[in-house]
């Protein structure tokens, strides 16, 4: 059986390249979705679901 997380964690690697994109298991609640860019290990983004990534990633992409 397929786990429901991997082709929307598929579909945001796949949509932001630059990024490393991963999840979390926690022992309570929710999974955490993460992600940083490749080429700055400093700054980390996380969410509570698989619809608020690409919404941070596209925050933080945009140069204003």
Do not use: F
Not at 9 to 33: C, F, K, S, Y
Not at 41 to 49: E, P, V
């Amino acid at each position: 059986m397929q786990n429901p997380i991997d082709p929307a964690l598929a579909q945001l690697q796949a949509d932001w390249p630059l990024w490393e994109i991963w999840t979390v298991r926690r022992v309570v609640g929710n999974r955490v979705w993460c992600a940083r860019r490749r080429d700055d290990h400093k700054r980390i983004l996380n969410a509570d679901s698989a619809e608020h990534p690409a919404g941070y990633l596209e925050d933080a992409a945009d140069p204003r």
